[in-house]
């Protein structure tokens, strides 16, 4: 997938500044940059949430779906946690039933869950959860906006490991946002770092982390915190 | 509904209502024929044994009277209510199907309805519509649409904005579905809630409507016809308008406070606080001498709500001045209550014990409210998460900052406000002048939390508590306000505790880290010790799991299985037991946090 060109424009403030971007099938491309730069408007564009100029080749609609950084306020407190994942797929009661248990085993949660609410289940069960929602759409592009920051570290690298799993084994594609250059380099095989809504460096992980170009992403480098370094 | 009938107000409300209702029902069957019998030998009389409330011009028992009225005027208001609601749910429903222009005047009507009084209104429509009760019920519900129109789009746009929604929206589930799944759920609880509201004053409404003579005329009546036909005599024999306008009172009076217990269970925030739990002294244990060094010292610190929830057990913790303790620990570990404990903050119902509650040497349990209070207003400083629990949107950030040193330092206005400018320069908020003078709301989040800082920095504080202060920053902000907690650490020699649940940041700021896991301390080690000496299986499986600069990205990261129990839960054993890979028989018993190594603690059986 493609992303040309992509200018997204609020009134007078431009949010993203004609970013050009290629997601190749099967990769994690990781977005990085401070917040206000413009990482979650670029999400949206790419998942039709807010209208863009420019062009987004190689994903229809539908076929991109976005996960959200909050899984307190991204999955209906009223709705069941089974009702929620079968949102994106498109087959026969009976199918879908299975389907969903399909989806649910995908990101490693027991089927039971599927009755249950999503108050009864703890930030990282629920980021599963919406994870498994986006699956069910078979998405070309799964587009993760901070979906780790609302975590407490003890999940988070569960959820981690299970964005890798995923583009392992459904070699699914993604677009991977996030404020933390270590989250980052971990998951990610190609850095896209994003200042003030234009795209500052684009490269390889080992490159953007091992000899960054720009002096934006320098900086962001110094900035990630070490333990024990004071 | 437990809950709900547990307030004074709740079960008034309740025992009101059911009475209502038991009256509309039993009411006329029982004294109907009371009511209608005709006694020319007791025309216009006052309370008297035989007619407690009197009698009307035609002889007639007023209580009678009254008590067969309930079923008409519950019954007019009901009707009222539905109209009313089900008119404006419809209009405050139109704008969010309708073209953008057609919405955008729906929009405009309901805001000018909304402001229109109300009984002017129900008046209007029930002189166009014509007297008698259905021009009443159609003229009240005519008032009380706006309110459901104005409540149902505020409603319907907050969830329209909700991600749930533009995740169905992303996954192309159609607009209609959208509503009857997501929104109309969503919306229902809330208007049920204020159709109870609604209810007692469609009550009120029409009891004004028929003593007005515009509701329902002879032969039938409501209680406001009632008071309509006594209130001639009020003077005369005062107990025939007594009944009705009783009547009346009562059962709007139940509604709303039905209405309002129902909307604040729904809500969950519970009574009104009365006020923080003031730290009571544990009883039998010994906490030995005091550290006089320690600015704060903590020995066996438990908060305990109602129904044998302990989110704090047994914690100590001490810091010394300059230095910067970090508290870590995943949510709901209790690390804001043991905050909150400290600062006096506990919300009501908690309780808070301590076998030991010491700031500057002084001990909170045993001082004065007044003093206590003192204490904490000049020596220490919080800052949360959240800028916005320590700033009032309504004021100028100034004069916020000014109050503090007016009021703990007794400082003048012009002081005070000269000296805020000085403080927001000093954790560099540009143009620190201009800054004053804004409110809240101008200043972007990082802004915000300096001044909450500078807050902080107005007096001279001993104790710098921070909750949790960077984690709704980016980044670059973060690090930003590390630095400026870190500067204030060291010019002020003050003693810092640093709350979060982002180990990174912690080994990063902090001198020392006490790590907690449900309720109590694990662990209490050297930053320098994090990432190689951690001897507790929860502190390592907690770094393990955290990417680094130089983790092996050819390795899945380590994760904890399982949960952390939440405070009504936590046995008697080792609370990490169910996810910890060492457990034994031994840890059915809960380890005590003993020394392991100089400056260094663990409460774990396998640590030796
Ligand atoms: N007012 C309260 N009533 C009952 N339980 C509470 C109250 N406040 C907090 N708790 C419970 O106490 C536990 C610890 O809360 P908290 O101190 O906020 O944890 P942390 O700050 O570590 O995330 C949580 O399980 C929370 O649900
Ligand atoms: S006491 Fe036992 S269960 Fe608890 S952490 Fe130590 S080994 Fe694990
Ligand atoms: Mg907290």
Redesign the interface.
């Known amino acids: 997938m493609i992303i040309k060109s992509l200018t997204v424009r609020f009134g007078a403030f431009t949010a993203v500044d004609d970013v050009t971007l290629e997601v190749p099938p099967g990769s994690i491309v990781g977005l990085v940059g401070e917040s206000g730069s413009g990482k979650s408007t670029l999400a949206r564009a790419v998942s039709g949430l807010v209208p863009y100029t420019g062009e987004i080749i190689g994903a229809g609609r539908r076929r991109v779906q976005m996960v959200f950084q909050d899984p307190y306020a991204s999955l209906d407190p009223r709705m069941r946690v089974g009702a929620s994942v079968a949102e994106g797929v498109r087959l026969s009661r009976a199918a879908r039933r299975v389907e969903v248990e399909r989806l649910l085993s995908l990101v490693s949660l027991p089927a039971e869950l599927a009755g249950r609410y999503p108050r009864e289940l703890s930030g990282g069960q629920r980021q599963r959860v919406a994870i498994a929602r986006a699956l069910g759409a078979r998405p070309d592009l799964l587009v993760a906006d901070e979906i780790t920051s609302a975590l407490d570290v003890s999940v988070q690298g569960a959820v981690l490991n299970l964005v890798r799993e995923l583009r392992a084994e459904l070699g699914l594609s993604v677009l991977f946002i996030s404020h933390d250059l270590a989250v980052v380099r971990y998951v990610c095989d190609v850095i896209a770092v994003l200042h003030r809504g234009r795209l500052v460096e684009v490269g390889t992980t080992d490159e953007v982390v091992g000899s960054p170009r720009a002096a934006y992403t320098r900086a962001l480098l110094e900035a990630v915190p070490r333990l024990g370094r004071r | 509904m437990r809950h709900l009938l547990r307030t004074p107000a709740g079960l008034a409300g309740a025992s009101l209502v059911a009475l209502m209702v038991v009256l509309a029902v039993a009411g006329p069957p029982i004294w109907g024929a009371a009511a209608e019998r005709i006694d020319p030998a007791a025309l216009l009389q006052g309370s008297s044994a035989a007619h407690s409330l009197g009698t009307d011009s035609l002889g007639r028992d007023l209580l009678a009277r009254v008590l067969v009225a309930g079923r008409l005027s519950l019954a007019l208001a009901a009707l009222a209510t539905l109209i009313g609601a089900a008119a404006g749910i419809v209009l405050g429903a139109l704008p969010s199907v309708l073209p953008r222009r057609a919405a955008r005047l729906v929009t405009g009507t309901v805001n000018a309805l909304v402001a229109f009084p109300g009984l002017l209104l129900a008046m209007f429509t029930a002189v166009v519509v014509g007297l008698g009760a259905r021009g009443a019920v159609l003229g009240v519900g005519a008032a009380i649409a706006p309110g459901f129109a104005r409540l149902t789009q505020t409603l319907a746009a907050s969830v329209a904005r909700?991600?749930?929604v533009?995740?169905?929206?992303?996954?192309?589930?159609p607009r209609r579905r959208v509503l009857t799944?997501?929104v109309l759920?969503?919306v229902a609880e809330p208007l049920i809630l204020h159709l109870t509201q609604a209810l007692g004053g469609a009550l009120l409404g029409l009891a004004g409507m028929s003593f007005l003579g515009l509701g329902v005329q002879p032969p039938s009546f409501d209680w406001g016809r009632l008071l309509f036909d006594g209130f001639a005599r009020i003077y005369a024999t005062p107990a025939v308008a007594v009944g009705p306008a009783v009547a009346v009172a009562l059962a709007g009076v139940g509604f709303n406070l039905l209405g309002d217990a129902l909307a604040r269970a729904a809500s969950r925030t519970g009574p009104p606080a009365r006020g923080p739990a003031a730290p009571v002294a544990s009883e039998n244990r010994s906490p030995g001498e005091p550290d006089a060094r320690a600015v704060l010292e903590v020995r066996d610190l438990t908060v305990t709500f109602p129904g044998g929830v302990t989110p704090v057990r047994g914690l100590s913790l001490t810091v010394a001045p300059g230095e910067i303790v970090g508290l870590v620990g995943?949510?709901g570990s209790g690390k804001s209550l043991t905050a909150a404990a400290i600062g006096g903050l506990v919300p009501y119902p908690g309780t808070v014990r301590a076998a030991r509650l010491r700031l500057c040497g002084a001990d909170l349990g045993e001082l004065t409210a007044e003093r206590r209070r003192r204490l904490l207003g000049t020596s220490l400083a919080m800052v949360f998460q959240d800028p916005m629990a320590s700033l009032n949107p309504a004021l100028r950030i100034g004069g916020q900052l000014a109050e503090v040193a007016v009021v703990h330092q007794g400082a003048s206005r012009a002081e005070a406000a000269a000296r805020a400018v000085d403080r927001l320069g000093h954790v560099h908020v540009p143009e620190p002048d201009r800054r004053a003078r804004q409110h809240p709301h101008e200043l972007s989040g990082g802004m915000r939390q300096r001044a909450v800082i500078a807050m902080g920095l107005m007096g001279t504080p001993r104790l710098i508590i921070a909750d949790e202060p960077t984690t709704a920053?980016?980044?670059?902000?973060q690090?930003q306000i590390l630095h400026l907690l870190r500067r204030a650490t060291e010019e002020t020699g003050a003693a810092t505790l640093f709350i979060s649940?982002?180990?990174?940041?912690v080994?990063?700021?902090c001198h020392r880290v006490v790590v907690m896991y449900a309720g109590r301390v694990v662990e209490d080690l050297p930053?320098?010790?994090?990432?190689t000496a951690a001897a507790h299986p929860y502190t390592r499986?907690?770094?393990a799991?955290?990417?680094?600069?130089d983790?092996d990205?050819s390795q899945?990261?380590?994760?904890?299985p399982g949960?952390q129990p939440p405070p009504g839960e936590v046995g008697s054993g080792c609370a990490f037991a169910p996810r910890c890979p060492l457990a034994g028989e031994q840890c059915a018993e809960a380890p005590p946090l003993l020394p392991y190594g100089t400056d260094h603690h663990v409460a774990c059986w396998k640590a030796t």
């Open positions: 909700a991600d749930y533009a995740a169905a929206r992303m996954l192309g589930v799944a997501h759920p969503n995943e949510s920053l980016d980044v670059t902000v690090r649940h982002d180990i990174a940041v080994g990063e700021l930053v320098e010790g994090l990432a499986a907690l770094i799991s955290l990417p680094d600069m983790t990205t899945p990261l380590a994760s904890i949960r």
